[in-house]
Structure formats: C-alpha cells, structure tokens
C-alpha cells in the first residue's frame, strides 16, 4: 500500500483501498459499487505536485491499463490509440519502427499517458510543437457516477462560453464556463482551460482528473525526423546564457532550449565528485557557471550543418567559447545529453529524498511558473535576488526557450522550507502582474492551490468551481486537487 501514497512531489496521504483495474468495464464496475467514496487516480505517480496523493477514500491505480490499442501510420492524420496506464517510453519504443514520434516530449520518460493528459505536460520539444494538448485527438472518460463521454477534437465545442455534452447513458450535462482571461503565455496548465467556442475536449486535457477519469487517448503522431542533433554550451556567466537565449528566441524555430543554471551544474558536479550521479559522462568544465542544451531535427544533413554553423556563430557573438561546448551528431551521444537533461531533477529530487531523512516535513518545493518572452531577464534577475536575500540553496534549471524556468528550493531544514514557500508566492504576485502563469506544466495539483488563487479572483475560482460540479456532483473525484480547501 505505501508505494500508492506518494508521488515525486514527496508528499505522502492515506487511503482505505487500493483498485487496480485492468479493463473500462473493471472501472465502471467499481464506480458504480462505491457510491459515496472519494477517488484519487493514479497514472505512474512521476507527478510533482501530490495530484495523485490520496487524502482518504480510495486509490484508483491505472497502471494495469497499460496496452498500445492501435497505430495507424497509414492515415491521413497518423494517430495511436492507447490505454491510460501506457508509459511514454512505451510509446517511444513502439513508435520507432514506424518513423513516427508522440512530439511533446516530457523528461520524464516513466509518465503515463493519461497523467500526461490530465496535467497537460509539456517537454523540452515542446518549444517547438507545444504541450500535450495540441497533440490529442481523441479521448474516453468515465465520469465518477460510472457514465462515458466520448470527445473527438473538432466534434464538441462550446457556443461561446454555454456547454451542453452528452453522455452515452443518455444524461445532458451543461452549463455555462466562466469568462476568465488565461495568461498569454506560451505554457500554462493552473486551472481549467478556459476560452469562447473552445473544443471541449481542451477543458478535459489539464482538469488533473477533477473532471472524470481518461480511459482511452488517441494522440497524433507526426513523422519523426531522420536526424537529430543536439548541442550543450556551457557559458562562463548566466548574464551571457541569457542573452543567447534571447538571439535564439529570435531566430529560426530549433526544437528546444533548455537551461542548467550555476546552482544546478554545482549540484550536479557535487554528485559527479560523490560517485552518485546517473550520468557522469558528460563533464563539465571548470569555468562553467551555467549551460544551454539547443536541439535540432530535419531530414537533411546539409541543413543541420547550415543550422550548426549559425549556431556558432551567435554562440561565440553572445561569449561563448567553442572549448565548452558538445555537439552530439549521433544518436548514442545525443542520448547522453538528454540523460543529463534527465539528471538535473533527478539529482534535486534525490537530494529531497536524503533531507526528509531527519526533516519529514520537507517536500519538492519548486516554482513552475511561465511569463512572456520580454520578461524573461527580469524574472531571472528576481529569481536569483529572492534566492540570495533569503539565503536559500536552490537549482534553477527547465524549459528556457519558453521563458519557462523551474527555480527548485533545496532546504536544508524546515526554516528554509517555510521562506522558501513565501517566496514562490511573493514571485507568483509578480509573476501574474506581469501576464505569466503560476504552473506552466506540472498543474497545480494539492500543493499550488494557494498559487491559483494569486492567479484567479475567488469569483473567477467559484465559477470554476461550477464546472466540477456539473460534472462530479458529489466532489467525490480527485477531492483535493486545484481547489483551494472550503469551496463547496
Ligand atoms: C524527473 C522528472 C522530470 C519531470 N519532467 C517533466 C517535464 O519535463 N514536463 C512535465 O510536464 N512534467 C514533468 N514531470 C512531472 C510528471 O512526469 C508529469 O506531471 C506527468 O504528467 C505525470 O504523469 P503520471 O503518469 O506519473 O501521473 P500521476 O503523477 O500518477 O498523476 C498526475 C495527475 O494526473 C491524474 N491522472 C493520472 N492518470 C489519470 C487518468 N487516466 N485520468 C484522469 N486523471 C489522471 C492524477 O490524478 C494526478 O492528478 C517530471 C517528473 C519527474 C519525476
């Protein structure tokens, strides 16, 4: 039972049962003989703010749904239809011998498919082919009662902002959404999504499970690239790091920009010196204070060189050095630098794990927050202010290109937890004057409620609130999760 209380967020709950189905007729079969009885879903629990960290009631795991239905490379729109519980890495696997590629590519490769929905994830490429949700055709959800509503983009929209769906048993659910402005920026998954004549199935993408429970996805598959490149530069000072970014914001679409700040390569040498790092086969220099990962992919060769060559150029133009710099022109190369892509959260989450030894009260403590491109070097500059006058240790690492950083807070004792925990919020007020989003991919989940309500009025939270209940009436589906505690 203890492995079902936690996710990687480090927050443990309490339930009664845990209910492992492996079929939708399992499922239905279980809501309909536990009327009364919260329900916490469980994809692979790699989610990192506790949304799949029951409360009480019962767990419902989603691991056993774990089978590939169909892929279809052959269509005009190439698609696959999965079960919920299927790992992205199974996915990636089975999609290789078709030349096609799941596009948004979250780092971690142990997610399930239906958490990646439910939180609509994001990954590196996603500066180039944007979250999850853009990439889902189709979905089957069973609501808490044990009826099902099919969605196919294009299908059910909204007529401004009034909704009417209806289930197959027959039951009419309707209302009418909030008008809430989401940030205009290029991630954002706080809060239900929310626009006029929107496609439904957009308001089920990124609900954290609070609307009904993903049964069955069908995700586009775009044709995967015969070559892809990747490149890590490592920069001398984070002000020059910045400023590349920015030229390459500028530039050409690459497929991702992703960043390692001073504090997260210092984290990472400690366990490349300590023996205890996953991959030490990337070393970092001396003289590095900070380094950007760009990633390329095309057919040609000729145009990959082309790209490399104008990299170097804007690289050596912003002050970096060639000496500091790997380019990976091969697949198992390539695979090394995304594996210390991969290495940076999991070394703070490793060293979460070692503090709770004699702080029990520590958990993953890390902003997520996105804010428009003009913004970035300001926030930068807030982030590393806030850090020093505090005096916390932190690794700032994430998605740069999207001007989407993760500023994680590595406290040492619950006195750093809880000025930690104040600052996200003093920046999270900051960050939402100046237009961005409080979680741009992880959701919000049990812990970043109180964000949520830095971002939204509690009238704008209340009418949100509505749309749960049209659709969970009894709030008996992932209580807990984006609602701050007392709505009713
Ligand atoms: C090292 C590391 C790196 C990470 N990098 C990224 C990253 O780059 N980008 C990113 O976006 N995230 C990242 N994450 C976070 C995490 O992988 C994602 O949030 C992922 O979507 C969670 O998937 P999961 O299957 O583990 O879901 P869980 O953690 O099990 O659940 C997450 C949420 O989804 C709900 N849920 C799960 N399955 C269903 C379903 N079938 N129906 C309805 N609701 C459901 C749960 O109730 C919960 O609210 C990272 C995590 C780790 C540990």
Known sequence: MADYLHDESRKTGSADAVLLPENEEEIIDILRHSS??????????????????????????????????????????????????????????????????????????TASLGGLVANNSSGARSYRYGAVRGHILGLTMLLRDGEKITLERG????????????????????????????????????????????????????????????????????????????????????????????????????????????????????????GTMLTDSVPIPERAACAVYVEYASDSEERLREELRRLADIVSKCGGDPKMT?????????????????????????????????????????????????????????????????????????????????VNILSRDMDDYERGTRLISEWAEKITAMGGSVSAEHGIGKMKTGLLQILYSEADLRAMFEIKKAFDPELLLNPGNIFPEGLK
């Open 36 to 109: 009364g009885v919260p329900l916490t879903v469980q994809g692979a629990r790699t989610g990192l703010t506790a949304g799949s960290v029951p409360f009480g009631g019962s767990v419902l795991s989603l691991t056993r749904m774990d089978r590939i239905l169909r892929i279809e490379p052959d269509a005009e729109v190439p698609f696959a239809v999965v079960q919920p519980g299927v790992l992205l890495q199974t996915l990636r696997q089975a999609l290789k011998p078709y030349h096609l590629m799941f596009a948004p590519d979250p780092t971690e490769p």
């Open 155 to 274: 299908r059910e929209k909204t007529s401004g902002l009034d909704f009417s769906l209806r289930t197959e048993e027959g039951r009419e659910i309707a209302g009418t959404l909030p008008d809430i402005r989401m940030p205009a920026v290029k991630k954002h998954t706080a809060g239900y999504y929310i626009r006029p004549d929107m496609d439904l199935i957009d308001l089920m993408i990124g609900s954290e499970g609070t609307l009904g429970i993903v049964t069955s996805i069908t995700v586009r598959l775009l044709p995967q690239p015969a070559r892809t490149w990747g490149v890590l530069i490592f920069f001398d000072s984070e002000q020059k790091s910045l400023y590349f970014v920015k030229r390459m914001q500028e530039g050409a679409p690459v497929e991702a920009i992703e960043f390692f700040g001073e504090d997260t390569l210092s984290l990472m040498k400690e366990n490349q010196n300590a």
């Open 326 to 406: 790997w380019a990976a022109l091969d697949a198992s190369v390539l695979e090394r630098l995304k594996e210390f892509r991969h290495d940076a959260p999991v070394s703070v989450n490793e060293r979460i794990s070692a503090v709770r030894q004699t702080h029990p009260g520590i958990t993953k403590l890390a902003s997520d927050m996105s804010v428009p491109d003009d913004r970035l070097e300001e926030v930068f500059s807030m982030y590393r202010e806030g850090l020093r006058r505090e005096h916390l240790r932190s690794a700032i690492y994430g998605h740069i290109g999207s001007s989407h950083l993760h």
